[in-house]
């Protein structure tokens, strides 16, 4: 269990993420990510080419973020119409889930369940 708990404003990027030996290809996860007054958590991974993030058959209470023009579901650090480096995110389906009201809320549990198959973030307040 972590506890976050801070101050968050504009110019902060506060993280908690998994990083692999050889970057890119062995990966990260970003947990935990927000930026400035964000409210909501954004889980990202940032892969080498061939990675996506499928929601098939899973419950998906969060949304897609955007890269440019389109949805950033393709995990690629390098994949067309994304930004560089954006990877594929999902932005947490709990609008207190990060920054200022999330820390109103005296905080929450995040969990990151990864296997040989795949990779599922959870969060509770």
Same mark, same amino acid.
């Given at each position: 269990?972590?506890?976050?708990?801070? *101050?968050?404003?504009?110019?902060?990027?506060?993280?908690?993420?998994?990083?692999? !030996?050889?970057?890119?290809? %062995?990966?990260?996860?970003?947990?935990? &990510?927000? *930026?400035?007054?964000?409210?909501?958590?954004?889980?990202?991974? $940032?892969?080498?080419? =061939?990675? +996506?993030?499928?929601? &098939? /058959?899973?419950?998906?209470? =969060? $949304?897609?973020? @955007?890269?440019?023009?389109?949805?950033?579901? %393709?995990?690629?650090?390098?994949?067309? /119409?994304?930004?560089? %480096?954006?990877?594929?995110?999902?932005? @947490?389906? +709990?609008?207190? !889930?990060? /920054?200022?009201?999330? %820390?109103?809320?005296?905080?929450?549990?995040?969990?990151? &369940?990864?296997?040989?198959?795949?990779? #599922?973030?959870?969060?509770? #307040?």
């Amino acid at each position: 269990m972590l506890g976050l708990k801070r *101050v968050l404003g504009c110019g902060t990027w506060p993280a908690w993420w998994l990083v692999g !030996s050889n970057w890119p290809d %062995n990966g990260e996860i970003d947990i935990i &990510e927000g *930026v400035n007054t964000q409210t909501a958590d954004q889980t990202t991974l $940032h892969t080498s080419f =061939g990675c +996506d993030q499928s929601t &098939e /058959g899973s419950p998906f209470t =969060g $949304h897609w973020a @955007s890269g440019i023009n389109k949805l950033a579901t %393709n995990c690629w650090i390098n994949a067309p /119409g994304q930004d560089t %480096n954006q990877g594929c995110s999902i932005i @947490s389906g +709990d609008p207190a !889930s990060f /920054g200022t009201p999330f %820390n109103a809320k005296e905080g929450g549990v995040v969990a990151l &369940e990864w296997t040989g198959s795949f990779i #599922r973030a959870f969060y509770w #307040r």
